[in-house]
Each structure stands twice: as structure tokens, then as C-alpha cells.
């Protein structure tokens, strides 16, 4: 056993300091009744053999290595520069856990430092905790940070129905037993407007998602208008966005959003299958003792040197229990980090570029397939990433015979809005380099004939 | 030297990456869409790196040395996991592949979910939960649920005084009420005061066994059946399974639905303060209610072949998702921390039934025989036979140094303190916990330094005060930190 | 440009402290009519792009990670420990140089230092170096220590004809002009007692490896006779081996030996087609002084505490130039590195074990195809991993069939042993499981249908 | 705390790794055969690690700072060129497998080497030295076979004086005699002692340029012309050529044969002291002489499908192995450092000629910014506009300090000292070689550090001499190591 390195001399040993005959006769609180089941577990493997099954596992799936990848709605296969890797494979980052001895823990704390500070300035909102769970946690979160900074005095909670239909679901379970109604996405048509005409004195936020699911950009300018409205009535509001359209886009806290909440897989971290991943989450800096989530704050060591600690802990359940503004221990720190180191490699500059290409590539994508017999292009306003594309066949079928020619397809809406029958929602990112665009096309055109 | 910040490395036209090109015709931008300025730090790629190498180097980790953080297996984790979870045919697979062409990756997921199954003695397992703390969610939404659906209104949560923040914060999240249970002299549940507390509005209970002082419940038994007697279910909070591995089934000790931590007892690293994984287990009875989507097996008339003309032949099955009939719904998007699923699976098969036994009874055996070691030095909070940790208190006669300034002293000899002032019901706690994973002589060295801070506390007790001295900086002001609230660099 | 980072106005900037005009005026010492050629080099590419095309280039290839490796000849695949790699890809090591500075090297210093000690241990030598290019310059760095500690009164080179074919080339193209000669190896049937008789007072050195090229290993009796017959004409005797094979054969250093030489891949090093790999270098205390390559020794430092540095240096050509024992300068310290790690990972159980491993899977091969009609197997000697099978069809056309069954073939013998045609040089080692021996039996059984 | 030798952790019984079982009837090992004991560690994994991972914290890479080692060109390696590397396809081939299965490896081969061809102006590449030594051993074999096969008995080898010590020791491993060629006042070589040297026993010229002093010889060609003029031909050693990548092409300026330093020009990680790579060019008439075998490209009847049903069709190609007519027979095992070549390709094509061509004036640039800051404070040996790199001179007036101690203080202030004591014909020097990889930022606090450092020479000298005090371990005692020869723990 590598994992054990006692010798059986030496646990003699460490019994006889003990005073104990036996290591069983260390489980002696354990009800006899129970003790000491037979697992029924398959034999051991040594690692020669752990790997070569586990290589054979990997090898029954289609993997976004070999196929180029056209699906997206919520998880992202972008670039990610090798640095990442080489910094989040650093074991003294992933072998520690949460900085509680900051002497000892400020590459991490500085680390996390640099994530919340980058989220804040690509959001453009004043503080941004150490993560969520991922995309849907954090939607919940902020919709009970809502509630928090209602005191509990607004019951109504606004969902658009453009939000990821995941993270609608996230949140009513969170929210089962919360007294408050979650309502405004029952009709695929309730867009802005609709919700906009909603609003009431008892509506505790309105949350809108942009690019929404459909890959739609909404326009800074109309959510600039919605933000006052759903202000005039004391509500907030909270965006939810794909951090990697803030490379081009207009940033929420620029049109007044209260919470900017997002899935920050995109940021450096792999799609692993659904995850683990990341949920970022920013606000104002008056909201922030309301905030959910660990936070590192800036201080100086006793030497006057600048240092990091976790800071307003008393908002969190180790010390606020019952009381505290979110039950969340472990989050993605790991996560955090490669977001962080994805942002410093890409920068400015970078990060525009990357925004760029998605947005042009799938443009040109989607005015090739528009033209193509059958399928007709279904968004209409501005896209980033994704588009919406109605197709002469089954969505499923399709993606069999994109699958046959090394595409996996798009996302099937069907599943999730049945008013889009025989739509598929395609993503280009720049990970779809401009000659399989070309080759989607002959192989869309050929499944026609 | 301490480390700048990303925004104090940036120079104007800096990037830290190679990009391609468009490539292909721009479409114009729609006008008032696009952002004025994207206020990032530019460096180059030298600068990032060195940035972040330093930034590493300034952490204490489990691969640096002892980390023995109570509550918190800090084991160390074997590098095959990483190894194993690198693996590009599961790091590249989207969530939303249709089920036939990720037979891997739930193939993989159904075999840990039966393994976890085995291990806990449940009949049914998500692997969705983030956490430990969601899986308490989880597991309460579940137990609200179920009374729910029986038309019976219990919105109580019983809580022993000795528990982790995150059960009461779980369970009022869940909008349930928690009404503290006390503990005894010899750190059980205090029977009477659990049944004063039960009554018809008890949903049920959460319990940590071992408990957070290291201690196996002497009255288990009992608990559960209390419990259950005034109609309510018990709740396991599995932080602290080390100890049971091939020991003890909670799902035959009365537990009705359980989480098991997955970055603490089945080795995934903690990344920092995570990703973690928390899935959680249950009786038959509220397997209806689990959050979903699951991974079912299917036997399949034909072996299913994969779309790269293999055929995995072994394996005559189907994999697919399924959706509890009565869930409480999806606590996370997507499945559950996949990553972190494979550095399990991929530790459990490697253990299989007498490693994981080994683990446990390794873990308890180092506890016990560092608790043995440290009781010549400190007192403990309970003198019993412990689990896989132990609770200590950080004082020293004739001195007034506190447990934090131990704890800080320890990092001077090359440790990791311990968990510090939890469990809450014990001033000044020092929680212990040195995993299985570490030699003999380990422990020796962790007992002598603490020998050696104990007599340092009698004679340069501002020796303590002040340490640590050999870190990468002195003591910090949280107090400034809290007051001034500088969450970010002003860029 | 990721990797150089200047701003436009930075260059302008340092420009004017240098008191340049431009760039290109720094290189007026270049002849004008040389200056500025237009390179002829494909269009640079991003990561995104260049990763995509090694992974094309990457797929032309038959992998041992695909397919089951029956090739050795010299170059093994045998299994690395995950280990190894966590540690060799710590970039303090990886991007670090020679260790010149031993103050801010004992990282590197101390891992050589006891990468040194298990050489030694494994080998039974007393002392051995930082490590050469590979298995063929170390024997033939070897064949010039020999000549050197007689001083260049000893002219003639006896090597093995079951020495590794290329091993000899290198050791011919290192000697030629130094007025040695090498032979022995002229005829294939030179078995130890033919070299033996060969020997006289003008003999420097023999050269023989085990387990030989053909898998065999050499009875250690009859090799401490052979050493003393060596050392009776006042010779020395060279012995090139498979380090794995010495987890549980008797070491070169217990019958006599004078050199220990040998390919060190096989310590936890990719088979990386054919490189960097590293060779290893063990010898007698008493002729450390002539050895080549760098040397770590162990000292203390200013305030007494224990230390490592290069020491001997005066060997090497930095400080002796043509009076160097050798002109080797970089080394292969990463390997070394590899070796070090793999070498404390497996242990003293570990090694025994896989040496064990390849030895009964190679016997329970030899023994099973045998016995098929057409196949014969040559080996009759003990042998360790690899052995000699005379096949009824030529290999590359058996090659060829067992790549289809997800094999790759055996070392075909016809290119380097004209008297061994149609026969191959199979290698099991802990990577064939036994499932797939029984396979390849099957497929073989299947090949005379 | 220093770390203990593995021996020192070692554990009878204890083992790092988990392995197979032998799963077949055990055969007998043959009586006399088997040895008696294996004297190596017992170290369980996690000891394993921790003990190399602070092992690697007392190093300096250049990853962590600033490394200016003059003749190494330690730049910064980009990280995409380790990914590279591993990946799988490459990494698990076996240099025996048959052309066929191997078109990806022999393709980034022969691209490699036109690559080369086209940067250093040659009309033929091996890629098989190891490193820059064994280039120029195999050039000299080259040169020598060259002129044996027109039966002329050259038996000198022209060497300058600041040349690197490898090239002395390779001419004399080929069994030439080297002559010293003296330098100039302005650092090139003496001409005149050149032409006085040259006679028909002259085979060649090994000729390093820009040279040691980072200077680029002002009458190249004119040497070029002497040596060729007497019958002898020229060699360059390459490692210099970080300074000449897009500038001008060594076979365009008299060179006759040639080796590339991948590792330094070509940004391939140093590894510690190694593994290199040092691939040889060479003009027509040496070009059947390079050792083999080399790849060349076929032009194929039909695209070449690999083993697994893809067919690579944009190049319809066939690579395959090449031996030259009049080979000097091969340098090494197998082919040459593949994985390094992995590297250095990628470079390359990440750069274009235009990127290199940046390098190269980014190269010079720093150099030359550098070497007017230094100057400010230390004498340079040669006042010259330099190319790559520059030799200051380690002295301080008014203080008896030497250039080792102004190297240990520069440790104290978190850089790599640059190169001492070479070359040999500048008494202290300190040979600085920033690369274009470093920001003036960088280069800027360089400057500032050794101005402190000149100021406490004067002021306290002692702290020098002591130096480095920041650094893991102390001054260590070389004559010490050397008089006792430790060169091994006692197992
Ligand atoms: C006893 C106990 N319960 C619950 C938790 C919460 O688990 P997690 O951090 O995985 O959410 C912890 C975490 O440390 C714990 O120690
Ligand atoms: C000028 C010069 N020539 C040759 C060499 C030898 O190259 P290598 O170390 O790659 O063998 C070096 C190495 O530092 C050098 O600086």
C-alpha cells in the first residue's frame, strides 16, 4: 500500500503507546452489530492497470479533442493557454485548502485578490467574492441575497425566461421553503417588455441573462431603461452573463445592474463534463455585507507589509450558523485560480480577441447556413456565440450525422423549448477554426439532399 | 520581497497569449453594444508566470509537509488521480453529449455511484452535490420533501452543539428551524436534552458521527431511534467517513440519507478551499427524492459500440440519465464535479475493500496514537479512545498564550497548524487530524514540536505572540482588513 | 508577441539610452551584403492553431499507448510512475541550468547527488556520474576512460558482437582518429570465451552488455571469471546493462567489474522516439579522476549545515579544455532527475518486482508462442525481457499483420543480424497485461493459418 | 532546514508506487543469478513527493526570476512547448517502429530540418547531436573525414582564445591538435596572429560568433577567407545565434559547417544542466559526411493513410530514414533528442520569420540597453556596441570585491548571477546575457541592484563576501567537497 506507510512493525508499535492489543479494539464505540461489513468492491488495481482501464473509459466518449465542438448553452470549449495548466497543476495551490492560516496561504489569498479584482473590473461592479459552486448556484444566491437586502419584505422573484433553463431549475430548489414565488419565465414570450410590465412593489429582483440562453446580446441600452424601472419600484436587478462576451460587450454594472452573477467555466477552465466549475458573483459595495461566499480583503502584516486575509467572515456559516447569508464551506478556489491566471494571460487585449472571433465566426456561420436549403437562421437580433437554427430533420438526427463526419452537434432545443421544434442552438467559438465552418456547411448541405 | 500585483506588472500593450486570427469577414458591431474600455492587466507571458510561481511558493500545501487540519482529511493525494482526471477524453466531453457518445463517462459515474452505495450502506446515490454543505442542503430539501408529500408539517432540524456551521446554515436555507442539542460530558448527544427537544414538529436531525470531537457516539443506536420514534429522519454529515471506510455503514446505523465528502475521504485535493464534491446517499425510501439527473443501467441487446469503431465488448450495458420521480430538482447545473468524480472512482478502485478498511483503521491508529502523544503536553477536551481525530486544548499552565499563538509557533517548525476554536464548545480547541497517510515519524516530530511550544510557552511565551517567524510574512490585521474592506486593486 | 515584451515605445525608449537610431543600426558588424535575409518560413501561428496541428501530427502515429508495445532493442516501455512527472514538470527544475550557482541549486544538486547514490546502488560501484547523452556515448565515454587510465599504452578495443549494434557505431564514430582498435564484434558466434581468447597485453578494455542485445543474461560466474581474465592481461573490463534488469540480477559491481555503463531510459523516461533518454556512468573510486561528465559532491556550507556542488571539475573541459576527459557539457539532467524519482519510487520492493514482472511474462510468452507450428524460439540461455523467435513469414510482413491486430511488432533482427533473418526480437515488460500475451498468441496462431 | 537524503527517510518495507501482480506461472531464476540485496530507498509516495517538491523550492529557474547567464541563453521557455511535448502520439513511440507507423514524428522532423537549413543558410541538417559539444565533435569528424577522403593529413585545429572550453576538448576528442588564435584589443580575432598560424597542417577553424564577448567579429569574412585560402574550413559553434536568427545566415558568411544550440536559440527548457540538443548544418560539399540517419521526403503515389483509418491528405508525402554516402557514422543512440526537437519546431512555427527575426533585434536591444546601464557602474571588457550579451569586468575601485562576490550578493537581491570566470581572457568577468524574453523593467532593476551592490563593495565590503544571505543554504565549501570526495550517501 503506498498510501499507508506503516510497516506492521510499526503499528505494533504505535498500539503498544496506544495501550490497545489490536486496531480493533480502537472501533469499540462502534455498535457491534455494525461493525466490520464486507464491501463488495471490485480488486484492487495497481496504477500500471487504474490507468489503462480508465484510458479505455476515456476512449468510449467523443471528446471535443478529436470532434470539433459546435454545442455550448452554458458550457464552453475556448482556448486555454497552456500557463493555466502550468499554475493550477502548482501542488502547493491545488494540496492546500481554504487560507484560514493566512501566513502561510498568501499565494492563494493574493491569487484570489487578483480573481475578485479582475471580476470586478469585467463586470464593472464594485466587489466580487472567491466563487459559487458554478453559474446556477450563484443565480440562486444572488436571488437570496435579494431577499436578504429586501428583509424578507418582497416576495416575488422575476425569472426570465431567457436565463438558462438550468439555473431556473437551481433556483427553485434552492428556494422551495422560502416563502417566495418564482415566476416571469412560464411563457417563452415574456421578453423585457413583458417582464418590465411586471415589476410590482413586492417584486424583490428581476434577473435577465445576457447573451441570453438563445445566444442573444441584449442591448445595453434597453437594459439600461429596464434597470431604472425595476429601481423605481425598489427591486434589483440581477444579470447573469457569459464572461467572455464582456470582451466586447457593454459590462452590466455599466446599465445599472445590482448583481452580476455568471458561469465562469469559460475562464481557463475545461468542460470536464459539466465540471467542476465556477459561479462568479459581483455587486455594490454597499450590498456587501449581504454577499454570500468567501472574500479576500487587503491588509498589512505586523511588519506593515502588504498582505491578504479572508475578510468579513462573520457573514459566513462558520461563524454566523443559522444566521449566516449562505450555508457555503468548500467552494472553487481551484477554479477561481485558473480564471484568474486565464484573465492575466489574456488581458486586455486578448480577451477582446477571443470575443471577436466568436462573434465574427459565428456571424459568417450563420449567414452560410442561412442560405443553405431547409435551415433558416431563427435569431434575429444581435448574437454573440450562439445562434439559433431550424433544421429540416430532428435535431437528434442531425447531430448522428454531424457526429459521422466529426462535429458534435448543437443543443437539441426541443428538450427544453418545445416551441423550437427542429431547432438546435450551434456555438462557434475560436476553437472552430474557418475551415470546418466551410466543411459544416458542404455536410449540412450534403444531409439535405 | 513581497509579490506585486498583476495590475502593477501591466504595461500597455502587453499579452500574455498568442491568439489567431478572425479569419473570416467581420460583421459590423451593433452600435451602443460595445464596451469603452476592458480595464485588464496586461503582461507578458514570462511576467505571468514568474507571478504566479512566486504567488505558489508562498503556500503551504499537503505535498509541502503535515496539514493536519482537523475536520478536514488533508491526506495526501495520490498524483495518479490527477493523472486519471487529466485525461483528455474526459476533460474534453461536453455536458450536453448525447448519452451515446459519453458511455465513459457514465459508465464511470454509474460504477462510483454503486461503489459509494456499498460503502454507506445506502440503496441510492446523486453524485450531484458541489459540497459537503450542499449536500446537507440536499439532504434536508429531501427530508422536507418527504414529510411534505406526506402532508405533515415538521419544521424543525435538531442540531448537536458540537456541529459544523453549515449544517444549521443548511438547514435554514431550507427554510427549516434549528433547535440546538447539547452534548454530554463524555461528548455524546446528550440523550435527555435530544428527547426534551423531539417532538411531532421535528423534521429531523443532523449528525455528525464521529462527531466533531473526534468521538464515535456512544449511543447511536439510540439517537436514531429516538429520532425516528418522534417521526423524524436522520442526517449524517459524512465529513468524517475516514474513520468508517469498511468499519461501519452509516446506512445500517440508522441513517437515513448521508453525504459523503469526496475531497476529504476519498482523496481528491482541496484545491485551496476547493472544487469538493459532496454526493449524497439514501434509504429506499427517499431515493424518490434525490436531486437528479442520475446515471442508470440499461442492459443493452446489442453491445453498444462507440463512434470510433471500438466496441467496448465487456460491458453489455447501456448508460443513461434518470430523474428521480419526486425530486427535489437540480441543486447545481449540469452533474456534479466530474473532475473530482474521477480522482475518486479512480482512488476507490485502486484501494478496493481492504484498502479503503486500511485507510480507516490507519487513520484511527495515527489519531489515537498522536492523541496519546499530545496528552503528555496538552489537555484534551475528551479523554476516550478517539477516531481519526482529536480535540485538544490549546493552553499551557503558567502561561497565557492561546490556542492561535500554538498554531502560529507550529508553522515555524514546518507544520500546518490545526483546525483552531472549533468545535465551538471547546475554548480554545486545537482539532487534530493527521490522516492516514502519515508515517510514524511524522507524528513523532508534530508531538515533539508541540513538546517544545509548550515549553516555550512557560519561558518566551512573546515567542508565541509573535509567530510566526519563518513565514513568508508576520501576523496580518484582520481587523484593518475588515475595517478598510480593499476587496480589489483599484485599476 | 507573447514572448518578447516590448511596447513600440519601450524599444524607442531604450533606443535613445543606447544612443541608436534604429534597431538595425545595432547590427552594423554585420557584413551588408549578409544582412536581413528573408527567411522562407511558414506563417507563424497562435497556440490555439499550432497545438491542433501537432495533435494532427501527433495522430500519423502508431502509439504505445494504443497499441500493445512488443519493441525494446534498447529503448523500453515500461511504466512510469505518476509521480515522476509531477516532479520533473516542477519548473524549478525544468528551467533551471547546470547548477553553477550551488547557493540557489541544491534542488537540482542534491537530486543529482542521489540519483548518483542509487546508480551506485544498483550497479554496485562506488562512485557514479551526473549522467552522459544516452546508452551508446556512455560506452563509448567508457572505451576513452579505459584508454586513458592506460594512458594510451593499450591500443586495442575488444567489444562484444551482443553489444547494442548502435552502441558499437557510436563507439567506431567517437574513435575514430584516436588511433584505438575496435574489434570482437566481427563475427556474431564471438561468444565470452572467443573474446576471452582474445585478450593479450595490448587489450584496453572489453565491452560486453547482459542482458545482451538478444535478451540474454550472462551468468554472473562466468562474468567474474571473464573479469578476471581481463585484469590478468591488466585490462579493463566494461559491462553495458539494463538497469531494470539489475532489480533482480547480481550488479556488474559484484563480479568485477570496472565501468558500468547502459541506457537509462527505461527509469522513468518516455520512450519519446528514441530521445532525450540518458546514460549512466558508474565506476571505481580509484579512477574517478578520469572519469568525464559532472560530478555532485557533498560539503557543507559557511554555517556548517550539509550542502551539495559539482565537484572534480578540473576533469572537465571548462576548466581543462583539450585536456578534458571529455568535451560533455550539457548533460541530461532532467532524465537523471526522471531516473532519481522513478528509482525512490519504486524502491527496493518496486524494482524487484517489475524486474520480476518482465521476467515471468517474457518466459510465459516465449514458452506459449513456442509452441505454435512455424515459430521457434532462439533464446536459450536465461533471458530477462526480450527473446529471439524464428518466424515462418519475414518480420516486417508479421510486423505489419500484428499492427492490425493493435500490436507493435517485434525488433526485426534481419536488419541488424544478417544470420537471423525471419526472426524478431520480442520484449514483454509490465506494460503487456497478460490478457493481451494470450491475444498475441492467438493472433500469431492465426498468422500461419 | 535542510532536506534529508532519501536514505535518510527510507523505511524497510516501505514502497512509493503500487504495481501489477505477475499474473503467470512463475518460471525459476536460474541459480547464481539472482542478487542478494538492492540497497535502494523505501519511501512511501507521500514522502516521495514532499521530499522533491522542497527540493525544487531551494532552486532558481527561470521561471522564478531574472537568470542572466551569459552563453546560455536562458530565455523563457513558453509553456504551450512542454504541452507540446507530452502529448501522447509523440511521447509513446518507439524509435524502432517502422517508418509507416511514424509519418508524424519523421514529418516534424524533416520540416525541422528544412527549418534549420533555411535559418542558418546550409544546405543539409542532422538533427541527431545531443547537445552543442556534440555538434561540434561531430563537425570536426566531419571536416576531418572530408579532408582524409581528398588524402590530406590536416592535423590542426584553429581555435581563438576566448572560444568556449568545449571546442579545445572536442578537436582533441577527434584526435586534433587545437591552436590558439589570440583576440584583438576589440575582442575580435587577431588577424595577423591568424594568418601566422594558418598553414596546410590547418584542417579548420572553430569560430564562435558573435563570440564569448558577445561581440560579432568585425572582419568575419576576411577570417572566413584566410582559413579557406589555406586549405582549412570553418566551423561555427552556434550558441551565439540567438543574436543572428533573421539577421544574417552563418552558411551566407563563410561558415562550412554548423551547430545550433535548440536548447538556447530555440527555447527548449534547460532542464536543469540538460537534456540539449544540438543539430548540425553544413554546406553541399560536407553534406554526405553528417552523421545519419536523417529524414528525407518521398513523394508518395497515393496519400499515405496512417493505422487507424485516417488518411493525412494535405501532404502526400512519405518521410523515411536516410543515411548519408559518406556518413561519419552515427553520434548517439537512435535519432537525436526527439522531445527537444518537439520544442524547438513548435518555436518556430509559432514565430515565423518575422517573429525570429524580433527575437533576435529584442536580443540585441537588451543587450545593448543593459550593457549602457552596467556600464554606468562596472567597466565593460570590450566598449563596443555588443550583439547578445556583454563582459563586464567584476571589480570595483576602491574595494577589493570580485566578481563571484558581486554574483552571491546578486542572489541576495532575487537574481540569477550572471556567468563568472568565462570567458577566460577577461580577468573577472561577468558575462550578462539579459535575452529578449526580459522587460526593460526587468532589465532596469537589474542595473538598480548592481549599482547598490558596487555602492555596498565600497561601503560594506563584507556583506559580499558573506553573500548570499537570502539564500537557502550558505557559501558552500568547495575544497572541502573535492579533498573528501563525497560522492554518494552510504547505503
Ligand atoms: C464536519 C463538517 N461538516 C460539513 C463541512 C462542509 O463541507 P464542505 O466544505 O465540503 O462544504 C465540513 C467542512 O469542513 C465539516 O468539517
Ligand atoms: C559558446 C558555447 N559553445 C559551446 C557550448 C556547449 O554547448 P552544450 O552545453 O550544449 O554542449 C556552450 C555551452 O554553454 C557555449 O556557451
Given amino acids: ?449 | 520581497m513581497s509579490e506585486p500585483l498583476l495590475c502593477e506588472l501591466s504595461v500597455p500593450g502587453r499579452c500574455g497569449c498568442t491568439l489567431p486570427e478572425v479569419g473570416v469577414p467581420e460583421t459590423p458591431l451593433p452600435e451602443g453594444f460595445v464596451r469603452a474600455d476592458l480595464p485588464l492587466p496586461e503582461v507578458s507571458e514570462v511576467d505571468l508566470v514568474r507571478h504566479f510561481v512566486r504567488l505558489s511558493q508562498l503556500n503551504y500545501g499537503v505535498d509541502t509537509g503535515f496539514y493536519p487540519l482537523g475536520s478536514c482529511t488533508m491526506k495526501y493525494n495520490p498524483k495518479v488521480n490527477e493523472v486519471a482526471a487529466s485525461l483528455p477524453g474526459f476533460t474534453q466531453t461536453h455536458p450536453y453529449q448525447p448519452a451515446h457518445t459519453v458511455q465513459g463517462n457514465l459508465r464511470l459515474m454509474w460504477e462510483l455511484q454503486e461503489f459509494l452505495k456499498e460503502i454507506g450502506g445506502f440503496a441510492a446515490v446523486s453524485l450531484q452535490p458541489a459540497a459537503g454543505a450542499q449536500g446537507e442542503f440536499t439532504g434536508i430539501q429531501m427530508i422536507r420533501a418527504y414529510h411534505d408529500d406526506r402532508g405533515e408539517k415538521r419544521d424543525v432540524i435538531l442540531i448537536p452543539d458540537s456541529a459544523h456551521g453549515t449544517n444549521p446554515a443548511s438547514s435554514a436555507m431550507s427554510g427549516l428551524q434549528v433547535v440546538e442539542v447539547r452534548s454530554d460530558a463524555r461528548g455524546n448527544v446528550d440523550l435527555e436534552d435530544l428527547r426534551a427537544k423531539c417532538s411531532e414538529r421535528v423534521a429531523g436531525m443532523m449528525l455528525t458521527n464521529p462527531n466533531t470531537l473526534g468521538l464515535f457516539d456512544e449511543h447511536l443506536l439510540e439517537i436514531a431511534e429516538i429520532v425516528h420514534r418522534c417521526g423524524g429522519l436522520l442526517y449524517g454529515d459524512g465529513a468524517n467517513m475516514n474513520a468508517l471506510l469498511g468499519i461501519a455503514r452509516p446506512g445500517e446505523m440508522g441513517f437515513d440519507v448521508f453525504h459523503y465528502n469526496l475531497h476529504k475521504t476519498f482523496s481528491t485535493p482541496h484545491g485551496g478551499g476547493g472544487p469538493g464534491s459532496g454526493p449524497v446517499g439514501c434509504s429506499a425510501i427517499l431515493s424518490p427524492y434525490l436531486p437528479g439527473p442520475r446515471v442508470e443501467r440499461v442492459r443493452s441487446d446489442e453491445c453498444p459500440g462507440d463512434v470510433r469503431g471500438h466496441t467496448h465488448t465487456e460491458d453489455c450495458f447501456f448508460y443513461d440519465w434518470t430523474m428521480p420521480e419526486r425530486s427535489i430538482g437540480r441543486v447545481k447545473t449540469f452533474y456534479g464535479q466530474f473532475g473530482v468524480l474521477v480522482r475518486a472512482y479512480t482512488y476507490i478502485r485502486m484501494l478496493g475493500a481492504a484498502g479503503l478498511r486500511q485507510v480507516a483503521e490507519d487513520a484511527v491508529l495515527n489519531a489515537n496514537y498522536l492523541q496519546q502523544k499530545v496528552k503528555e503536553v496538552f489537555r484534551l477536551s475528551h479523554d476516550r479512545r478517539c477516531m481519526h481525530e482529536f480535540v485538544a486544548v490549546g493552553r499551557v499552565e503558567g502561561s497565557d498564550v492561546r490556542a492561535l499563538d500554538i498554531s502560529k509557533r507550529l508553522i515555524d517548525y514546518g507544520f500546518h497548524p490545526p483546525t483552531n476554536y472549533f468545535p465551538l464548545i471547546v475554548p480554545e480547541a486545537l482539532m487534530i487530524e493527521p490522516t492516514e497517510t502519515e508515517s510514524k515519524e511524522t507524528l513523532d516530530a508534530f508531538a515533539e514540536a508541540l513538546r517544545r511550544i509548550a515549553e516555550e510557552a512557560r519561558t518566551q511565551p512573546e515567542l508565541l505572540r509573535q509567530a510566526p517567524h519563518r513565514a513568508p510574512v508576520r501576523r496580518l490585521d484582520e481587523v484593518k482588513a475588515a475595517r478598510e474592506l480593499i476587496l480589489r486593486w483599484i485599476g
Avoid at chain 1, 69 to 79: N, V
Avoid at chain 1, 254 to 264: H, S
Avoid at chain 1, 317 to 344: G, M
Avoid at chain 1, 372 to 385: A, C, H, N, W
Fill in chain 1, 1 to 449: 500500500m503506498a498510501y499507508t506507510p506503516h510497516t506492521e512493525a510499526q503499528r505494533r508499535e504505535m498500539l503498544q503507546t496506544i495501550g490497545a492489543e489490536s486496531v480493533a479494539e480502537l472501533f469499540a464505540d462502534v455498535p457491534a452489530t455494525c461493525r466490520f461489513p464486507e464491501l463488495k468492491l471490485p480488486a484492487p488495481l495497481s496504477e500500471v492497470e487504474i490507468l489503462r482501464e480508465l484510458r479505455e473509459l476515456a476512449s468510449w466518449n467523443a471528446s471535443a479533442e478529436e470532434f470539433t465542438c459546435l454545442l455550448g448553452a452554458g458550457a464552453y470549449h475556448h482556448y486555454i493557454p497552456s500557463v493555466v495548466q502550468t499554475i493550477v497543476g502548482r501542488s502547493e495551490f491545488y494540496t492546500a485548502y481554504t487560507p484560514y492560516q493566512p501566513e502561510i496561504s498568501q499565494g492563494t489569498l493574493q491569487a484570489i485578490f487578483e480573481y475578485q479584482s479582475m471580476i470586478c473590473a469585467l463586470t464593472g461592479m464594485e466587489v466580487a467574492n472567491a466563487s459559487h459552486y458554478d453559474g446556477g448556484t450563484a443565480v440562486a444566491e444572488a436571488i437570496i441575497m435579494a431577499a436578504n437586502v429586501a428583509r424578507g419584505r418582497r416576495r416575488r422573484i422575476l425569472l426570465s425566461p431567457d436565463l438558462h433553463p438550468e439555473y431556473r431549475q437551481v433556483a427553485r430548489t434552492y428556494l422551495r421553503g422560502s416563502g417566495l414565488e418564482l415566476l416571469g419565465d412560464e411563457r417563452p414570450e415574456n421578453d423585457l417588455d413583458a417582464l418590465e410590465k411586471m415589476l410590482d412593489g413586492d417584486t424583490c429582483c428581476l434577473v435577465v441573462q445576457t447573451p441570453t440562453f438563445l445566444g442573444e446580446v441584449l442591448s445595453p441600452e434597453r437594459l439600461r431603461r429596464l434597470a431604472e424601472a425595476v429601481h423605481a419600484v425598489g427591486a434589483m436587478l440581477i444579470v447573469a452573463v457569459d464572461p467572455i462576451s464582456l470582451g466586447l460587450f457593454v459590462p452590466p454594472g455599466e446599465y445599472g445592474a445590482d448583481i452580476v452573477v455568471g458561469e465562469g467555466q469559460a475562464l481557463g477552465n475545461p468542460l470536464n463534463f459539466g465540471g467542476p466549475y465556477l459561479g462568479f458573483f459581483a455587486c455594490r459595495r454597499d450590498d456587501v455585507r449581504k454577499m454570500a461566499g468567501r472574500l479576500v480583503g487587503q491588509t498589512v502584516d505586523a511588519g506593515g507589509r502588504r498582505g491578504f486575509v479572508l475578510t468579513l467572515s462573520t457573514r459566513e456559516q462558520h461563524i454566523r450558523r443559522e444566521k449566516a447569508t449562505s450555508n457555503i464551506c468548500t467552494n472553487q478556489s481551484l477554479n477561481a485560480l485558473a480564471a484568474a491566471v486565464y484573465l492575466a494571460a489574456l488581458g486586455k487585449q486578448g480577451l477582446w480577441r477571443i470575443a471577436e472571433i466568436c462573434y465574427h465566426r459565428a456571424h459568417y456561420a450563420a449567414q452560410k447556413i442561412g442560405r443553405l436549403r431547409g435551415f433558416e437562421v431563427r435569431s434575429t437580433r444581435p448574437f454573440f456565440k450562439e445562434f439559433v437554427v431550424s433544421c429540416p430533420l430532428p435535431v437528434d438526427e442531425l447531430n448522428d450525422r454531424l457526429l459521422e463526419e466529426g462535429f458534435i452537434g448543437g443543443f437539441d432545443l426541443s428538450q427544453t423549448h418545445p416551441h423550437l421544434e427542429r431547432c438546435t442552438l450551434l456555438c462557434v467559438t475560436e476553437m472552430v477554426p474557418v475551415p470546418e465552418i466551410d466543411r459544416l456547411v458542404r455536410v449540412l448541405r450534403e444531409v439535405t439532399r
